[in-house]
C-alpha cells in the first residue's frame, strides 16, 4: 500500500477533483479549474460591452444555421422580408461533424445573398465557438434568427443575451415547442407551412400570433439557383416509374445502423417487385459506398432534395425518418410515404409529425404498376395521396400529437450551460 498518493481527476467544465490519500486515508477537494476563472472572467467584460452597445444607423443580424435546409430557409426569409436593406446581415454555420463537401457547399450556398460576414463553425467545439464571440468583442447584433434547436438556444441565451430572436425551422420536425425552453420573448416564428397543414405544435394563441410563413415561391428561387451549381448527375428513362428512397443513418435510439439497412434494403425490393425503379439517396453523412444494380439507382448529392424540380421525372418519395417525405409534395407535388410502423413506436417528437403527415408505405404497395405508363401511375398515386392529405388536421390542432407532447420528457439544460448561465445570473446581480 502507498503511504502517499495524489490524482488531479477533471469532474466537469469548471471543477477539477484533487484526490489524496494518505495512510489509507482518502480525502477529496473541489478545486475550480483555472480555464473556467479565465472563462468567467473575459465573459464578464464581454457582458459588460454588450449590455449597452454603441448606437448603429443599421440593423445588424446573425442567422445561426446548423445545415443546408436551414440556411436555404434563411436566404429565402432575407428575399422575402427585404432583410438587406439598410442592415448588416452575418451568416454562422455551426455542425459538430461536417466533411469538406458540406463546409464548400454551406459557404458557396452562403453567397447567393449579400453578407457582411461568414462564421464556420464546423468541427470544432462548443467552447471554441463561445470562445470566439466573446473574445471578438465587436460581434454584438441587434436580432438573432436562429433554428428551433435546443443547443442554438442555449447557445444564443448565453452569448446573446440582449438581442432580438426570431425562430427559422430547418424541416418539419422542428415545428413544435421544445420543452424547458422560454420562448415568451420570441419575436416571431418564420415557418414553412408545409401541405398546408404544418403551422406550429404545442402552439398557446399567442404563440400562433406570432407565426408567420415563408412564401415558397422564395424558396424555390434560391432552390433554383442552387439546383444551377450543383446539377444531379441522374439520367432517367422517361417511362421508368421512379420512387427516391431517402436513407437515414441512425434511428435516434429506435433501430440500430443494421437494423435500418436491412428494412431499407426491404422497401427497396418491394417497390422494385411492384415496378417501381428505386432512386437511393444516401444520408449526407453516410459513409458507405453502395452498389447500383436493375432498377436499383444511386442518387449522390449532398443537396436537398427539395431545391430539384422532380415532379415529371418521379413518381414518389419514401422514407423512415426524412423529413423529405412530408417536404416534396409543399415544394414539388411528389407524395411522399414513409414506414409508420417503425416511426410509431419513435419518441421523439419530430418523427411523430413525419408519421402522421406521411401516408404509410403500404399505399404504394397497394398499386402494381409494372403495366401502367408513368403517367397513368402517377395520376393514381396522387389521388390517393391527396385523398389522405385531406383527413390531415391542422398541426396546431393534431389532438393525437398533442397527447404525445404531453407524454414528452422535459430535458434540462446540459450541466455547461447550466454553469454559464449561473454566471450570467451572477453578472445580472452585480449590476
Known sequence: MKLFKIELVEKDFTTNILKITVLGIKFSFKIIRLEYLKFAFRYFKYLNKIKKPKKHNKTRRLFMTSGNLSLINTLAIINQFNLNENSENNILVWSHVAS?????????????????????????????????????????????????????????????????????????????????????????????????????????????????????????QIGQKIAELYPLDLKLNKEDKNVILCATIGGLGILTFEEIAEYQNKIADKLIEKGYTVIFKPHPRDTIEYKEREKFKILKTKIPLEVYDLEDKCLAVVSLFSSASCQMYHFNKIPGFCANELDKNACDFGLNIIAQYSPDVEMLYSLDVNNKTFKQAQEEILKKYQAALSQMPLLSKNDYLQKVYDKLPSYPPSLQFKKMQDLFDMFNKTK
Open 100 to 220: 469538406d463537401e458540406f463546409i464548400e457547399i454551406t459557404k458557396k450556398i452562403s453567397e447567393l445573398t449579400e453578407i457582411k460576414k461568414y462564421y464556420s463553425f464546423c468541427n470544432v467545439s462548443l467552447m471554441d465557438l463561445l470562445n470566439y464571440f466573446i473574445l471578438a468583442k465587436s460581434a454584438v447584433f441587434d436580432e438573432i434568427y436562429l433554428p428551433n434547436c435546443r443547443y442554438m438556444f442555449e447557445i444564443a441565451k448565453i452569448i446573446f443575451p440582449y438581442s432580438k430572436y426570431f425562430i427559422i425551422e430547418e424541416g418539419i420536425c422542428t415545428q413544435f415547442k421544445h420543452k424547458n425552453i422560454d420562448y415568451s420573448k420570441i419575436e416571431k416564428f418564420i415557418f414553412n407551412k408545409y401541405l398546408d397543414k404544418i403551422d406550429l405544435a404545442s402552439a398557446s394563441q399567442d404563440d400562433l400570433k406570432k407565426l408567420c410563413f415563408i412564401d415558397k415561391k422564395n424558396f424555390l
